[in-house]
């Protein structure tokens, strides 16, 4: 996924030309991307995209506006993700594998992954999941399929899943079979996938 | 029968509520910010609140298939506490969000000068966020308390039409309906109003910009009284029309003034008013 990408997905919304002034002031002036970013979804819509598939209108509008700023990514990321509402939040946190970045927006994922708000655990564990620690992926992934959040979410799930997780999710299909309740098919599959995590790997360990 | 409460205090209600409330044909409700019972000592409380108010509760309301909207103020109890009047502060950057569909609970409480100050000082920001503004009316002093909340709104320019005056009673009522002010009733157990009163009311001033409310919070309220009060009207003679006009439209209408109400892929709220469309209102 690029900004370019994101941009020609967007050339469709009701107001094109309010997302084209709008990127030209914050590459100008940073410092109005606050109220640019909360109305973007009001201006610009809030449906599917068609394509790239799984982004929504407003997630693409705003994270075009984050890539758009010269300079203080990682801070302006943070300072919306702080200040924003339930789809803000979401946003932001598709916007950071995009971002010119390293690690310093993972404590925003740690805040997502502790949320009981599906949206923005599911979001949390995209590309930029990479700079997440192993335990912490780990137990989102598991809070992923308990809350019945689809796995498909899950950036590079299978080339990042481990013995330790196998065994994890064996605990857990136990726990559902004792109480005569179904696991999620996807979290089975991965399991199968996994072995029986009676062998745990290394090969991810962080 | 459709219906949407535009003035219930989820934060304080459980899950049943929503599972009962949702049954019972209750599509969307605004939340306003609103005192919680204990008094808050600082700002940073606030901020948690609001952030609530935008972000889990809704959350929590649409797994039930509920539309959540809110509206954000320093409550006028509150504002008598110089540790919280900083509050104002931050209420722009709420103002421009997405689920926030006026200013309020605004108003007055035991009208003090530093509730004059607040007051008058929220309408303004209503104007300046081109939003509507949701106005509580004291429980004690009620109809002088009235007088100059409907005083203070005359002076500060906002629109008439874009004010709900709420908590009204028998008393109060003509006060407001002589305005071009919306009327809101809030339906409760015992005090306040009951559903036979507001038939009685609204056989005596009509159903236009009649608001009818639970106003369910902490203390001792019921969600599903603007279902009883539908059901009132239907036994009383009014129409099923009549009865979505108070319940859903009049709502609608209302907040459907801020340009960001969201009633989209609702369930069961089909015939949407026309201002609900998300495209309005710009920078
Ligand atoms: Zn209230």
Known sequence: MTPDQLRAALRGVPDPQWLDAALRRVATDPAAIPRLFALAARRCGRGPLPDPPGWTVDEAARTLLLTGLPADHAATAEALYRHGDAAEKRAVLRALPLLPIGAECV???????????????????????????????????????????????????DGRADGELAAMLAALAAERHAAGRAMPADATALLDRLGDGSHPTTAREA | MRIFDPHIHMTSRTTDDYERMAAAGVRAVVEPAFWLGQPRTSVDTFVDYFDSLIGWEPFRAGQFGVRHHAT?????????????????????????????????????????????????????????????????????????????????????????????????????????????????????????????????????????????????DWGRSDPLLTRATGEAMLLAGFTEDDVDRVLWRNPVEFYGQSGRLDLTDLEGAAATFAGNSILRGGE
């Open chain 1, 107 to 157: 404590p925003l994922l740690h805040d997502a992954i502790r949320t009981n708000d599906t949206r923005l655990v599911a979001a949390a564990l995209g590309p930029y999941a990479r700079h997440l620690e192993q335990p912490a992926w780990r137990h989102a992934v598991l809070k992923c399929v308990f809350t019945g959040v689809p796995l498909a979410v899950v950036d590079d799930l």
């Open chain 2, 72 to 216: 954000v103020a320093l409550n006028p109890k509150e504002a008598n506490d110089p540790r919280c009047r900083p509050v104002l502060d931050l209420l722009p950057r709420y103002l421009d969000k997405d689920g926030v569909v006026a200013v309020g609970e605004i108003g007055y409480d035991s009208m003090t000068p530093a509730e004059d100050a607040a007051f008058a000082g929220q309408l303004a920001l209503a104007v300046a966020h081109d939003l509507p503004a949701l106005v509580h009316t004291p429980h004690r002093d009620k109809a002088r308390g009235v007088e100059r909340t409907l005083a203070v709104v005359a002076e500060s320019g906002i629109d008439h039409g874009r004010v709900l005056v709420d908590h009204l009673n028998e008393v109060t009522v003509k006060l407001v309906r002589d305005t071009r002010c919306w009327l809101g009733f809030s339906i409760y157990p015992e005090t306040k109003m009951s559903p036979p009163r507001m038939v009685e009311l609204l056989r005596t001033y009509g159903t236009e910009r009649m608001l009818v409310n639970s106003a369910a």
